[in-house]
Each structure stands twice: as structure tokens, then as C-alpha cells.
């Protein structure tokens, strides 16, 4: 991996680069229904489709751009819980920031406090002036956290052929 340690540790959380036993737990998580409800997923991705995924996504964003998402665990229980993370969209010349929890986690702040560590990643260490975010109007919760994270709505737009609400946050200067 170019440049970048991509080890992160919260209070909370050890954020870290995915690693091959990741799958499992991943596809695992993909596979509730409320997990994916709002991905376009659907709950119907197959383990070999998250396998390469990983492999050739996240690992190749690693590869290519020194970043990518992130596997998630709770210090208390060292084990994977979900993802986080900054992406490059190649389509939209943006980096996007992005996040999914197995659903027990949903609810104690664990996205936004990985949202945080990774803004933080971005804007400090990555050098960025702009993240973005895209969410389903219909994913309040999400909303929430782009919102206690100070990111504010842009526009709507079509994201895998489905209404998506751009949010975007900007670095702070000091």
C-alpha cells in the first residue's frame, strides 16, 4: 500500500485495511435484508461477488490510490463489525465517504465516530478539501450521521439508477 497508514484507533474502534477473513463476516452482513436495504444490494450479493469486491476494490483502491474503505471492529471484541471509509469515484472526480455496520451496532455512534476518523484521515493526512457522501432520501439514519458529521445537502442525484441525495463537507481552514 502506498504512502498512507491506514491503521486507525478511536476510542472505540480499530479501523484497518480488509483482510481476507474479512469476507465471511462481510458477506454475512450483506445478507440482512435491513443491512442492505438502502446499498442497492438488496441482500442478494453472492459471496464470490464480495470476495472480489475486497480483492480487486478495495484492496485495488489501496493498490491505486493509498486509501479505500476500511473493516471496523469494536476494541472490546476484535472482530469485524462492518466498513468505513473514503473512496475515489472515478466517475464524479470526487472521494466519497461511506459506511454499513451489522445491524446489532446500529444505534452507538459507531458511524460517526469512524465517519469522523476517517474525515479526519482525509482532510488531515490525505490533504483533501472536499468529501462527499451519497444517501437514500428514504435513509434518515444515514442523513443523521452525514449531519452530526457538519457535512450539508448539495443536490439530488441518479447513483446506480436510483435518487440519491449528495451531501458534501468541506475542510475546515484554521
Not at 461477488?49 to 476500511?70: F, N, P, T
Not at 466517475?91 to 476517517?118: H, N, P, Q
Amino acid at each position: 500500500m502506498p504512502g498512507y497508514n491506514l491503521f486507525i484507533e478511536t476510542e472505540r474502534l480499530l479501523i484497518r485495511p480488509f483482510k481476507m477473513e474479512d469476507i465471511a463476516p462481510c458477506y454475512t452482513m450483506n445478507l440482512d435484508k435491513e443491512v442492505s436495504r438502502y446499498t442497492g444490494d438488496g441482500g442478494v450479493v453472492s459471496k464470490k461477488e464480495i470476495e472480489r469486491r475486497i480483492v480487486e476494490d478495495v484492496l485495488g483502491d489501496y493498490k491505486k490510490h493509498g486509501y479505500g474503505r476500511l473493516a471496523v471492529e469494536l476494541k472490546s471484541e476484535r472482530k469485524f463489525i462492518g466498513f468505513t471509509g473514503l473512496k475515489y469515484l472515478e466517475d464524479l472526480k470526487e472521494v466519497d465517504l461511506g459506511y454499513r455496520f451489522m445491524k446489532e451496532y446500529w444505534g452507538k455512534g459507531i458511524a460517526t465516530e469512524s465517519g469522523s476518523a476517517c474525515l479526519d484521515l482525509g482532510f488531515e493526512t490525505l490533504g483533501l478539501n472536499k468529501i462527499i457522501a451519497m444517501v437514500l432520501p428514504q435513509n434518515l439514519d444515514s442523513i443523521r450521521v452525514l449531519e452530526k458529521l457538519n457535512f450539508e445537502y448539495e443536490n439530488d442525484i441518479i447513483e446506480d439508477n436510483q435518487l440519491a441525495k449528495l451531501y458534501s463537507v468541506t475542510k475546515k481552514i484554521t
